[in-house]
């Protein structure tokens, strides 16, 4: 099992920035995807970014494209997410998430394909 703690969450201006961190332990991380998901008040959980075990290939949402960037450091067992010309409609908790399956191909959007998940950390975009 693994265990994630993400931070860098925060109160934040529109057209701010901040950057997220997920810290993990207790698996080699370098040989799983990650992913980047939010949930909104009242609203499902989304996916934002994934990125490959070895950091080549990254996927994003639509809505944070040109916006959201995400990388990983896995000497640091740690995955970022770089938000910039932050918009008020993200404001959400965002939570880091370890793909079930390792050196697995694809970076996947979908909840079900990953399985260990952090506590998640607040965003506030004020306007």
């Known amino acids: 099992q693994v265990q994630l703690v993400e931070s860098g969450g925060g109160l934040v201006q529109a057209g701010g920035s901040l950057r997220l961190a997920c810290a993990a332990s207790?698996?080699?991380?370098?040989?799983?995807?990650m992913g980047w998901f939010r949930q909104a008040p009242g609203k499902e959980r989304e996916f934002v970014a994934g990125?490959?075990?070895?950091?080549?290939?990254?996927y994003l949402q639509d809505s944070v494209k040109g916006r959201f960037t995400i990388s990983r450091d896995n000497g640091r067992n740690t995955v970022y997410l770089q938000m910039n010309s932050l918009k008020p409609e993200d404001t959400a908790v965002y939570y880091c998430?370890?793909?079930?399956?390792?050196?697995?191909?694809?970076?996947?959007?979908?909840?079900?394909?990953?399985?260990?998940w952090g506590q998640g950390t607040q965003v506030t975009v004020s306007s």
């Open positions: 998430a370890v793909g079930s399956k390792k050196y697995y191909f694809a970076i996947s959007n979908r909840e079900n394909e990953y399985d260990s």
């Open positions: 207790g698996r080699s991380f370098s040989r799983y995807n």
């Open positions: 990125i490959s075990w070895s950091g080549g290939g990254t």
